[in-house]
């Protein structure tokens, strides 16, 4: 039998060795040879996953119109080729002839207008929906090309990373069962298809899709295993029992470079971790969080430096507002207007807002009585950010608000937010090439958002609406900085940091990869390139 290929992935901290490690769903008779590491997966329902592993394995599994190149830019995807009308408002797509689903079945226009039409009508996958802005119709002229119109010129059409589901599928499923839907073995049309997962979701294998249209990939094999322990997780690609790892610890980064068989950086990429603020009036958060100087005193309280050396070892820079300067659409708050740690002001807004008055436990009191008191809520399986919800208690106790810090797993959390049943949480954003989906979280569409802290504003929705048919990019980035100053000023967002990843692949056993953009990521960096271009020495 032929000894396939594997290129071993350690994403995310994630539990176990793999080596040795029972529940495998790889066998040794299938010729894979299990040197892996793996990635947190909540669902693979394309429909309502929301961490970064479980993109990483659908974008692999599944195909968009477009893909997002090495560059950063649109490049033929399930679409060869496309055009648009002279004035913006018709884009057509014609579709690779010769694309089949996993499964055997033929990929034509249908599906296409099938998953745009789903997620347009019920706004599943909010992650793509809020791309559909503008989209007014989708039509099939023949079986391999899509026509849709739009109310206006759209400038993230091709930006949409949105994977086209099979129709033949997904249409057997009740609409009011589709994000119920788990999806254990997702039939898509990628480079790869979905082979296994053990019962405890901490192994998934991806095989290659011989039967892709596109550039397929050198390696047989993908497997992504999950990891707990970041120390662990080092330990096992310097012994080679795995071949790469991307989101370990920034005090992992000096062993990973210390061996001469690993390339390892700190790749800045577009993400950032933030505190949420419930300021929704129909939530069961604390209704003082509503007032605008509880939450600039905290800001304030916040100590980002101490954050970024003590938590995330210097790999990591003080956040600001939601858009990252990795992306390219960043907004630079001016220094005056920037709330750093400054405990003197923290205290000064409060007195001047008019909470002088405290409990026995130095608490400051609002004037009906209530004290300041709020609970943070983090990831169980995250540590650095329960690290982070410390630092903040630290600051406001000595500004005379009480944090209680508070943990749940992450599906918990998720459930929370989409109920507005929390004061505030600590939650990670990766940005996708295009602003789109990560500005939607501040609008109120409920179709096509997940707004998580119930904040919305009259300017922003314009501006967030005007973005998306900009065509000239300056116009459109001077638009979004607008947006991102109006959300900074409202502080129901602080933007802790922006993150950088500590990714290593063995570079004595693997060629063909690259970081993108340059000085960024080898993984989870909006492209699937170099898992189609990497190759053993």
Same mark, same amino acid.
């Given at each position: 039998?032929?000894?396939?290929?594997?290129?071993?992935?350690a994403?995310?901290?994630?539990?176990?060795?793999?080596?040795?490690?029972?529940?495998?769903?790889?066998?040794?008779?299938?010729?894979?040879?299990?040197?892996?590491?793996?990635?947190?997966v909540?669902?693979?329902?394309?429909?309502?996953?929301?961490?970064?592993?479980?993109?990483?394995?659908?974008?692999l599994?599944?195909?968009?119109?477009?893909?997002?190149?090495?560059?950063?830019?649109?490049?033929?995807?399930?679409?060869? /080729? !496309?055009?648009?009308?002279?004035d913006?408002?018709?884009?057509?797509?014609?579709?690779?002839?010769?694309?089949?689903?996993?499964?055997?079945e033929?990929?034509?226009?249908?599906?296409?207008?099938?998953?745009?039409?789903?997620?347009?009508?019920?706004?599943?996958?909010?992650?793509?929906?809020?791309f559909?802005?503008g989209?007014?119709?989708?039509?099939?002229?023949?079986?391999?090309?899509?026509?849709?119109?739009?109310?206006?010129?759209?400038?993230?059409?091709?930006?949409?990373?949105t994977?086209?589901?099979?129709?033949?599928?997904?249409?057997?499923?009740?609409?009011?069962?589709?994000?119920?839907?788990?999806?254990?073995?997702?039939?898509?049309?990628?480079?790869?298809?979905?082979e296994?997962?053990?019962?405890?979701?901490?192994?998934?294998?991806l095989?290659?899709?011989?039967?892709?249209?596109?550039?397929?990939?050198?390696?047989?094999?993908?497997?992504?295993?999950?990891?707990?322990?970041?120390?662990?997780?080092?330990q096992?690609?310097?012994?080679?029992?795995?071949?790469?790892?991307?989101?370990?610890?920034?005090?992992?980064?000096?062993a990973?470079?210390?061996d001469?068989?690993?390339?390892?950086?700190?790749?800045?990429?577009?993400?950032?971790?933030?505190?949420?603020?419930?300021?929704?009036?129909?939530?069961?958060?604390?209704?003082?969080?509503?007032?605008?100087?509880?939450?600039?005193?905290?800001?304030?309280?916040?100590?980002?430096?101490?954050?970024?050396?003590?938590?995330y070892?210097?790999?990591?820079?003080?956040?600001?507002?939601?858009? /990252?300067?990795?992306?390219? !659409?960043?907004?630079?708050?001016?220094?005056?207007?920037?709330?750093?740690?400054?405990?003197?002001?923290?205290?000064?807004?409060l007195?001047?807002?008019?909470?002088?008055?405290?409990?026995?436990?130095? +608490?400051?009191?609002?004037?009906d009585? /209530?004290?300041?008191?709020?609970?943070?809520?983090?990831a169980?399986?995250?540590?650095?950010?329960?690290?982070?919800?410390?630092?903040?208690?630290?600051?406001?106790?000595?500004?005379?608000?009480?944090?209680?810090?508070?943990?749940?797993?992450?599906?918990?959390?998720?459930?929370? #937010?989409?109920?507005?049943?929390?004061?505030?949480?600590?939650?990670?954003?990766?940005?996708?090439?295009?602003? +789109?989906?990560?500005?939607?979280?501040?609008?109120?569409?409920?179709?096509?958002?997940?707004?998580?802290?119930? !904040?919305?504003?009259?300017?922003?929705?314009?501006?967030?609406?005007?973005?998306?048919?900009?065509?000239?990019?300056?116009?459109?980035?001077?638009?979004?900085?607008?947006?991102?100053?109006?959300?900074?000023?409202?502080?129901?967002?602080?933007?802790?940091?922006?993150?950088?990843?500590?990714?290593? #692949?063995?570079?004595?056993?693997w060629?063909?990869?690259?970081?993108?953009?340059?000085?960024?990521?080898?993984?989870?960096n909006?492209?699937?390139?170099?898992?189609?271009?990497?190759?053993?020495?």
């Amino acid at each position: 039998m032929k000894k396939l290929l594997c290129i071993l992935l350690a994403i995310a901290l994630v539990p176990g060795l793999l080596a040795g490690c029972g529940g495998s769903p790889i066998s040794q008779e299938e010729g894979v040879v299990l040197l892996v590491g793996g990635i947190t997966v909540d669902t693979l329902n394309p429909l309502t996953m929301y961490v970064a592993g479980s993109m990483e394995l659908v974008f692999l599994i599944y195909e968009p119109l477009a893909r997002i190149d090495e560059n950063l830019m649109p490049s033929p995807g399930l679409a060869e /080729s !496309w055009e648009t009308s002279d004035d913006g408002l018709e884009w057509t797509f014609h579709i690779v002839k010769d694309a089949v689903w996993h499964d055997g079945e033929p990929v034509t226009s249908a599906d296409v207008k099938f998953t745009y039409d789903l997620m347009i009508d019920n706004g599943f996958g909010y992650l793509f929906s809020s791309f559909m802005g503008g989209i007014e119709d989708v039509s099939c002229t023949d079986d391999h090309t899509v026509v849709m119109t739009t109310s206006a010129p759209k400038a993230d059409m091709l930006r949409s990373n949105t994977p086209i589901l099979p129709m033949h599928i997904w249409s057997e499923i009740p609409i009011d069962e589709m994000e119920l839907e788990m999806n254990e073995h997702p039939i898509g049309c990628g480079p790869f298809k979905f082979e296994s997962k053990d019962a405890a979701n901490t192994h998934w294998n991806l095989v290659r899709n011989d039967d892709y249209f596109g550039t397929k990939p050198t390696i047989d094999s993908v497997v992504f295993i999950y990891y707990a322990n970041p120390d662990s997780m080092t330990q096992a690609i310097k012994l080679g029992e795995i071949d790469a790892l991307f989101a370990s610890k920034g005090a992992q980064l000096d062993a990973l470079q210390s061996d001469p068989n690993v390339f390892a950086v700190g790749a800045k990429i577009p993400a950032f971790t933030e505190i949420g603020i419930n300021v929704f009036e129909d939530g069961t958060g604390n209704p003082l969080l509503q007032d605008i100087n509880i939450r600039y005193a905290m800001e304030y309280a916040l100590d980002r430096e101490k954050i970024v050396d003590m938590v995330y070892y210097g790999s990591a820079s003080p956040g600001s507002t939601i858009m /990252s300067p990795v992306g390219g !659409w960043h907004y630079s708050v001016p220094e005056a207007d920037y709330r750093s740690y400054n405990l003197d002001k923290a205290n000064k807004i409060l007195d001047a807002a008019g909470y002088t008055d405290r409990n026995a436990e130095g +608490t400051r009191l609002a004037p009906d009585g /209530s004290p300041l008191e709020f609970s943070i809520v983090c990831a169980a399986d995250v540590p650095d950010r329960g690290k982070i919800a410390s630092f903040l208690k630290s600051g406001c106790d000595q500004i005379g608000i009480k944090i209680i810090n508070t943990t749940m797993d992450s599906n918990a959390i998720a459930d929370a #937010i989409e109920e507005y049943d929390y004061d505030m949480y600590i939650w990670h954003w990766y940005e996708d090439a295009d602003p +789109t989906s990560l500005l939607a979280i501040f609008t109120e569409d409920e179709l096509h958002s997940c707004n998580e802290t119930g !904040w919305t504003d009259e300017r922003y929705e314009e501006l967030f609406v005007l973005q998306q048919q900009q065509i000239d990019v300056y116009e459109r980035l001077a638009t979004i900085q607008e947006m991102q100053k109006i959300a900074y000023e409202a502080c129901q967002f602080i933007v802790v940091v922006f993150d950088e990843d500590i990714q290593a #692949i063995r570079s004595d056993r693997w060629t063909g990869y690259e970081q993108i953009p340059e000085g960024g990521a080898l993984f989870i960096n909006s492209t699937i390139i170099n898992y189609l271009n990497i190759q053993p020495k």
